[in-house]
């Protein structure tokens, strides 16, 4: 069983900056997609970025330039520099996992964090 934890989210005025972090702990061989996501009341939870064991990213359009996802494997931790916050940032963000829990399993388990809610105002 794997378990994620979330942190750093917060309130922020617009144009300021807020950094989440994820760490997961439990039986994990490796982790070999990272993620976070986001969603508002009444619309479906959207990726905002995403990184991979090799090295990829890949970012919303609408955060680009702006925020900077990270991952630290050996600590099985990943963050989201978010930068030149914007109102419409405004959401709960997920941190999300995809974890290799055994060396003989073809498949990944995926795994969520709780949620951290970051709010920007204008």
Known sequence: QVQLVESGGGLVQAGG???LSCAASG????INLMGWY???PGSQRELVAATTSGGSTNYADSVKGRFTISRDSGKNTVSLQMN???PEDTAVYYCNMHVRRAWYRGNDDEY???GTQVTVSS
Request: glycine letters at 6%.
């Open 17 to 19: 900056s807020l950094r």
């Open 27 to 30: 039986t994990i061989v490796s």
């Open 38 to 40: 986001r969603q508002v």
């Open 84 to 86: 030149s916050l914007k």
């Open 112 to 114: 969520w964090g709780q």
